[in-house]
């Protein structure tokens, strides 16, 4: 089988190292399009591969079609947005994701700001500690349950509010499950925001949600920018000088929030997976699907069922 690495930010050469490995030890083998300048290189190079890796390339309802013996593609990474699911569906391609690879990165990550922001963004003035502050996690997924793990180590109380995962699996893990995400937002000092993309969440934190934190309450965003009401929250934050906003995915209106110097950070690009780990943890997972798809069939991670 004929597969495709198509990176228009090429993975580290020790993760293309690992793939290749992976996918040539089964028998396969593997073509690279690396840091491709026009879509008519990826359409070109998708037409005749039977399998494809990306990591933020989009893999539209254009390059579906053009990928005619197309069988499955892997987003290197947890958010799969920018595959065209329909599309992927409509042509019996099997879309998944390589969840969980870079979660400890993101969640590492929440901690390098947290302490950065509680330190004033180290401008020499006294800050405060996490210690016996309340973290409030919303969603308990992969990057959620990473956070939790880490939170526990600085001697925070933790909280968690997800949707989907039962509160039993949220208490086991040592972690009080609240009720509602209102409750979170009441109730924590810290929120931080691991939800994904989806119609329900999209502008969901909004002034109303974010307006329930109590005095010197933090939100952090390292999910998706698009779960932000970005106005509603610049509103929220001219309204409220005891709140801080911090992300390391720029918002859309990232020079409207930067009048609110000393109360919101977002790091220049985004960069919660950026770690050498996650690069290559991704990368050889994604590998390792494609392997057992052809192999046994096998779709655990499949997206679009
Ligand atoms: P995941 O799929 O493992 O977990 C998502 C969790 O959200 C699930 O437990 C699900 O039940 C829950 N959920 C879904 N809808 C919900 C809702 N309406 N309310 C409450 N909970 C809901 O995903 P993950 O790997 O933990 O990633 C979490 C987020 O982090 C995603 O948005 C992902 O795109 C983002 N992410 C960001 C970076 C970065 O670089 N900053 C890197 C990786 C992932």
């Excluded at 779709?299 to 069922?305: A, D, E, I, Y």
């Amino acid at each position: 089988m004929k597969v495709l690495v198509a990176t228009e930010k090429p993975f580290a050469a020790a993760a293309v190292e690992g793939i290749k490995k992976e996918i040539e030890g089964a028998g396969n083998e593997l073509v690279l399009l690396e840091k491709y300048t026009e879509k008519a290189q990826l359409l070109d190079a998708v037409k005749d591969v039977d399998a494809m890796i990306i990591r933020s390339d989009k893999a539209d309802a254009e390059v579906l079609e053009a990928a005619k013996n197309l069988k499955i593609i892997v987003r290197a990474g947890a958010g799969y947005d920018n595959i065209d699911l329909a599309a992927a569906t409509a042509h019996h391609v099997v879309a998944e994701n390589t969840p969980g690879q870079n979660s400890n990165a993101v969640a590492e990550l929440v901690f390098g700001l947290l302490v950065f922001t509680v330190r004033n963004f180290y401008n020499g003035k006294a800050g405060s500690e996490l210690k016996g502050k309340k973290l409030g996690i919303l969603a308990f997924g992969n990057v959620g349950r990473n956070v939790a793990r880490i939170a526990k180590g600085f001697g925070m109380e933790v909280a968690a509010y997800d949707a989907f995962c039962p509160a039993d699996v949220i208490e086991a893990a040592g972690v009080h499950a609240v009720k509602s995400q209102d409750e979170l937002f009441q109730t924590c000092d810290i929120v931080s925001l691991h939800i994904p993309a989806t119609p329900e969440t999209i502008k969901s934190i909004d002034y109303k949600t974010v307006n329930q934190l109590p005095k010197g309450g933090i939100l952090i965003n390292t999910a998706r920018k698009e779960v932000i009401n970005e106005p509603e929250l610049l509103k929220l934050l001219a309204e409220r000088e005891d709140l801080k906003f911090i992300t390391d995915i720029k918002p859309d209106a990232d020079a409207d929030f930067a009048q609110f110097e000393g109360r919101y950070f977002s790091t220049p690009k985004k960069m919660g997976a950026q770690t050498a780990e996650a690069n290559i943890n991704a990368g050889i997972a994604a590998a390792k699907q494609i392997n057992a798809f052809f192999k046994d069939g096998c779709t655990k991670f499949q997206v679009n069922k």
